[in-house]
């Protein structure tokens, strides 16, 4: 799937089950709670944090897909292509960064 197809399928999904997009500041909300379930499951897997009885099941992917579902709806609610966002974000870094990370000696 594309993340243009992506945006579409998100959008026929939220006007057809989802009824409608929450409110912007609401999914800006839901998106930092999201990125918080993200944290906390990192944090335990990968980090020094042992897991909690309620922490059990939980799935890294599932969670990641939570916060690119609400990404997208923001993108959709505010117009924002983020195919072609990517796309210039990319340029972007590359003319900023393209030698930056090759010469940092933390890196090597």
């Known amino acids: ?5 992506a945006q579409q399928t998100v959008d026929t999904w ?3 089950t989802g009824v409608r997009y929450f409110s912007e500041l609401t999914n800006m909300a839901i998106l930092t709670e999201e990125v918080g379930e993200v944290a906390r499951l990192i ?3 990968y980090g020094e944090q042992s ?3 309620s922490d059990k099941g939980k ?5 990641l ?7 997208i709806c923001l993108a959709n609610q505010t117009g924002i292509s983020l195919t072609d ?19 940092n ?3 090597k």
């Open 105 to 107: 000696e933390k890196l």
């Open 1 to 5: 799937m594309t993340i243009e197809e």
């Open 85 to 103: 966002a990517l796309a210039r974000n990319l340029a972007k870094k590359t003319e900023r960064d393209g030698q930056r990370h090759h010469n």
């Open 43 to 45: 944090s335990r897997q």
């Open 59 to 63: 799935d890294l992917g599932d969670e």
């Open 51 to 53: 897991f909690k009885e």
């Open 14 to 16: 939220i006007k057809t």
């Open 65 to 71: 897909a939570d916060v690119l579902f609400v990404l």
